[in-house]
């Protein structure tokens, strides 16, 4: 319990922070209320599944989600929230020990998507993929999602994959391809985790 109560507290003073520095006394009320809304569904999450191991691995992974890589975790907290929202569940056998908060339900049935230390919809199959983004984000803390937007952005305005993709095997020859086949896969995160588990869509 007391990973959950530190982890909503780490996201409620955050919360007030970004809240002062964009509305003074009146935006500090109002990010406090807001991070106390989402870091309250994270914490119980995080209880509720036992998510951090009470060992040196789990206090160290606790530490750096909410320190470092706390604004990962916040991000990661509001798309668990949104899932919770829409009626999905908890995959507490897989977030147990795991330093993840696993959701059963994905975002679409063709994909897994992991949003700091929030995981939906992946399968022992790819779950190593999905571990490599909430290690890359625990490594880069709060660089790592302006770094994946940033890529996103280029390489969909500035496609320079074009001179390297599989053209033979991944043809683009449609729209939605361009982005499901060409940039999706090209962006540097998960350039680097299908690299280590999966295939890329084709």
Do not use: K
């Not at 789990?58 to 929202?85: E, K, M, P, Q, R």
């Not at 909430?134 to 880069?140: E, N, T, W």
């Not at 999602?145 to 043809?171: E, G, Q, R």
């Amino acid at each position: 319990m007391i990973f959950g109560i530190l982890s909503a507290a780490a996201q409620v003073i955050l919360g007030a922070l970004f809240g002062f520095l964009a509305g003074g006394p009146i935006g500090l009320l109002i990010g406090a209320v807001v991070g106390l809304l989402i870091g309250a569904v994270f914490g119980w999450a995080v209880t509720s599944a036992g998510v951090y191991a009470p060992d040196a691995r789990g206090i160290f992974l606790f530490v750096v989600d909410h320190t470092w890589s706390l604004l990962n975790t916040v991000v990661g907290a509001i798309y668990l929230t949104v899932h919770l929202i829409f009626g999905h569940s908890l995959d507490r056998p897989t977030s147990s020990g795991s330093g993840r908060v696993s959701v059963l339900e994905g975002v679409s049935p063709r994909y897994a998507t992991t949003i700091g230390t929030v995981c939906a919809g992946s399968s022992s199959g790819i779950q190593r993929h999905e571990d490599v983004h909430i290690f890359q984000g625990r490594l880069l803390g709060p660089l790592y999602i302006p770094l994946v937007l940033a890529n996103y952005v280029l390489f969909t305005i500035a496609p320079v994959w074009l001179l390297y993709h599989d053209h033979t095997n991944a043809p683009i020859n449609r729209f939605t391809r361009y982005f499901e086949i060409g940039v999706y896969p090209h962006v540097w995160n998960e350039a680097i985790a299908y690299r280590i588990q999966g295939t890329p869509p084709r």
